[in-house]
């Protein structure tokens, strides 16, 4: 489920999406990462941080 809770003049959305396990959404986060802010919860932001940090040390 996805709801729109926040619509700003200058096109930008504050959305809240519910989902039962956190691989449910990571490849639509990645692929939005530059677009985006994570907000909440902290530990799927540590979760992201830490697959980012595992891509930059195998460059």
Not at 19 to 29: D, F, H, K, L
Request: one cysteine or more; hydrophobic letters at 40%.
């Amino acid at each position: 489920m996805q709801k729109i809770l926040k619509k700003q003049k200058n096109g930008e959305i504050l959305v809240e999406t519910c989902i039962s396990n956190y691989r449910e959404i990571i490849p639509t986060v990645l692929s939005w990462l530059e677009h985006i802010t994570l907000v909440e919860p902290e530990d799927f932001k540590t979760l992201i941080k830490d697959i980012l940090g595992q891509a930059i040390r195998r460059l």
